[in-house]
């Protein structure tokens, strides 16, 4: 089956700079790459996500790109809230079942 | 548009013992999910319906663990008997169909064995 692996773990950054998590997958059948945000106690929530036919995706201050040949895609953050500080986790998914297969997630904490 | 809707939102049980968590997806979403989240892990996948028929159980630990989608809408998730292991949240979700949908959670149901 597919593996994700996510990278870093944990992340801090100074409120205003950008932040960048990356997630490399092993099957090269996934085409279809959501990322969600966790709060604390919360649902995980869809915050952006891109398809396997483009190469890149930006909504607001958040951008999403993918490399289809290295198998990685990764998530931008620019310009860094504090409101940002959550539990963020890359998943891979196939047309075929739709399954997700999630990444580790990554905590990030901006420092005001 | 309403969101998943899970129910209990916490229960604490002792090993052995039986517990059951509902889920109502959002109208219309024929594909169900249920997940299991250990803290500090992301989420893994125990079971996902298309409507009322499963298509992947391969996760599920089935000695232990049961779930069904009567009539296609509200999904019951059943763990009898409960091990300390199995403490954990446990996410709902529904997607429009199959292949390539985003996905959309409920608040879960935070599990503790006792």
């Known amino acids: 089956g597919e593996n994700v692996e996510q990278h870093p773990s944990t992340l801090s950054v100074q409120e205003g700079d950008s932040a960048v998590i990356k997630c490399t997958y092993s099957d090269s059948a996934s085409n279809y790459f959501p990322w969600y945000k966790q709060e604390l106690g919360k649902r995980p929530q869809l915050i952006i996500d891109i398809r396997s036919n483009v190469g890149e995706k930006k909504d607001q201050r958040i951008a999403v790109t993918l490399n289809k040949t290295a198998k990685h895609f990764s998530l931008h953050i620019t310009e860094t809230q504090p409101e940002d500080s959550a539990v963020y986790f890359c998943a891979a998914s196939m047309n075929t079942g739709n399954q997700f297969y999630f990444g580790t997630g990554t905590s990030l904490t901006v420092i005001p | 548009e309403a969101g998943v809707a899970q129910s209990p939102r916490y229960k604490i049980i002792e090993k052995r013992q039986s517990v059951a968590f509902w889920c109502n997806p959002i109208s219309g979403h024929a594909t169900l999910y249920w997940y299991q989240q250990i803290l500090g892990q992301g989420p893994k996948l125990l079971i996902q319906?298309?409507?009322?028929?499963?298509?992947?159980d391969s996760q599920l630990p089935k000695d232990r663990f049961s779930a069904e989608r009567l009539k296609g809408v509200d999904s019951t998730l059943k763990i009898q008997p409960a091990k300390l292991e199995d403490s954990a949240v446990y996410l709902c979700a529904s997607s429009l169909d199959r292949g390539g949908q985003p996905q959309h959670f409920g608040d879960g149901t935070r599990l503790s064995i006792l």
């Open positions: 319906f298309q409507n009322n028929g499963v298509v992947d």
